[in-house]
């Protein structure tokens, strides 16, 4: 698969779908990478060129060195369009993603037609939550983590349900490598876009999950209110709502992007 050089990272992405039509690009959340869209692939490259990237310090993107900044991750984003030749595209980014998203259409709104927020937050947790996480990851990688990561990522009764689903998001997880997490781990604890979030003007969609723990359906309802003009989805599902509510997830998103 393809790599991009930019000036101090290296990412991975894949570019599919119909060639001529708009591209949608999909950010993957902390402690994961690019496969965790794969339930939407089919359907979306339907209508979309659908470009997938693993965010620097993920997947096969390389791993820079010191913490990282939200405003990091919207660069890498705007140098893959600028190598790829991509004036404006749609943008929908989960968790981790959703701050890059965020972080792009107060910076870089010409960039965006429209964008796509899930499962995110305009402040995603607070230093206390953070730090302590980071202090375990350092010390036990992140398989210290991930058990209770799975457990807020997707529901008791969907992991019940769909064992198999469970251990591959558990496995995407655990081979995050644990510089690039606690590297983007730095990146989210400091961005706060609480009081700015109101600027965007951006056409956008909120998707939240009612079980959601991290960031919660009240965090969406939050961006929804905020953003002029903005939808707003409620899934019955936890973090990961893209894996747990699939077919609906990939619905609102097609459906609000072709509207």
């Not at 791993?63 to 991750?73: A, K, M, R, S």
């Not at 010409?110 to 350092?138: D, F, S, Y």
Request: aromatic residues 6%; proline residues 4%.
């Amino acid at each position: 698969m393809p790599f991009a050089e930019l000036t101090d990272a290296r990412l991975h992405y894949e570019l599919t779908g119909a060639g001529g039509a708009p591209t949608l690009v999909l950010s993957n959340s902390l402690g994961s990478n690019f496969r965790m869209w794969e339930p939407q692939i089919a359907e979306l490259s339907r209508h979309f060129q659908v470009l997938r990237y693993d965010t620097r310090g993920h997947g096969q993107s390389s791993i820079p060195e010191g913490q990282y900044t939200v405003e990091q991750l919207g660069r890498d984003v705007l140098g893959l369009l600028d190598q790829l030749r991509l004036d404006r595209v749609h943008f929908c980014g989960l968790s981790m993603g959703g701050s890059t998203g965020m972080w792009l259409a107060l910076n870089a709104p010409q960039r965006l037609r429209k964008l796509v927020l899930c499962n995110t937050a305009a402040k995603i947790g607070t230093p206390e939550i953070w730090n302590p996480r980071m202090e375990l990851v350092r010390s036990g990688g992140v398989k210290a983590i991930s058990s209770g990561v799975l457990s807020r990522w997707l529901s008791a009764s969907f992991r019940a349900k769909t064992p198999d689903v469970a251990a591959r998001v558990l496995d995407m997880l655990e081979s995050t490598d644990t510089a690039g997490y606690l590297a983007n781990c730095a990146a989210i604890r400091d961005f706060d876009a609480r009081q700015s979030v109101g600027s965007i003007r951006v056409p956008a969609l909120v998707i939240a999950g009612t079980h959601d723990v991290s960031t919660t359906a009240a965090d969406g309802r939050y961006l929804a209110e905020q953003i002029p003009g903005a939808r707003y989805v409620e899934l019955d599902a936890a973090h990961l709502s893209n894996i747990e509510q699939g077919a609906l997830f990939t619905a609102a998103v097609r459906d609000f992007l072709l509207g």
